[in-house]
């Protein structure tokens, strides 16, 4: 949606809102979880969490169809395609990549392979550093999520800046 509705000066902007609002996620999840956990047990949290996902993909996708459609994409984020002989603003001059050929690219799965790994150490830091806090610093539950936070609280502002 970005790339097709957001004018080309403001991409970086609105990108690094979208990533400061997942880092915003991963500090209220840092700072409700303790009270879960104490009020309604480890089992809560999966629950919330999971509750709040499901909620927000319906609005999403009740909204985003809405969306997307009432929106025409700005003049500056044109594509241009590029052929052997010439430069063509269609793109029906390009052969069609097709799913099979995306899937099975290097490109791709290193995309994918990096995305992963990325998000995967994101939600073990996530799970882990209240842990070492109360582990390594005698930290209580509440302190150690609240010491958790600090990464991403930077992330929200440097994903800012970076816009």
């Given at each position: 949606?970005?790339?097709?509705?957001?004018?080309?000066?403001?991409?970086?902007?609105?990108?690094?809102?979208?990533?400061?609002?997942?880092?915003i996620?991963?500090?209220?999840?840092?700072?409700?979880?303790?009270?879960?956990?104490?009020?309604?047990?480890?089992?809560?949290?999966?629950?919330?969490?999971?509750?709040?996902?499901?909620?927000?993909?319906?609005?999403?996708?009740?909204?985003?169809?809405?969306?997307?459609?009432?929106?025409?994409?700005?003049?500056?984020?044109?594509?241009?395609?590029?052929?052997?002989?010439?430069?063509?603003?269609?793109?029906?001059?390009?052969?069609e990549?097709?799913?099979?050929?995306?899937?099975?690219?290097?490109?791709?799965?290193?995309?994918?392979?990096?995305?992963?790994?990325?998000?995967?150490?994101?939600?073990?830091?996530?799970?882990?550093?209240?842990?070492?806090?109360?582990?390594?610093?005698?930290?209580?539950?509440?302190?150690?999520?609240?010491?958790?936070?600090?990464?991403?609280?930077?992330?929200?502002?440097?994903?800012?800046?970076?816009?």
């Amino acid at each position: 949606m970005i790339s097709q509705h957001v004018p080309k000066k403001n991409k970086a902007q609105a990108l690094g809102l979208c990533y400061s609002g997942a880092e915003i996620g991963n500090v209220l999840s840092l700072m409700t979880s303790p009270g879960l956990i104490q009020w309604f047990g480890v089992a809560a949290n999966f629950q919330a969490y999971s509750a709040l996902g499901i909620s927000w993909v319906a609005i999403w996708l009740t909204m985003s169809g809405s969306l997307i459609s009432n929106l025409s994409p700005p003049e500056d984020t044109k594509t241009t395609h590029v052929s052997d002989d010439a430069a063509s603003t269609t793109p029906s001059d390009q052969p069609e990549l097709s799913l099979k050929d995306l899937v099975g690219s290097k490109a791709y799965l290193s995309t994918v392979a990096s995305h992963c790994t990325y998000q995967l150490s994101n939600i073990m830091a996530l799970a882990m550093l209240p842990t070492f806090f109360s582990q390594e610093y005698g930290a209580d539950m509440c302190s150690s999520a609240a010491l958790s936070v600090t990464p991403w609280i930077f992330a929200v502002g440097a994903t800012n800046m970076a816009g």
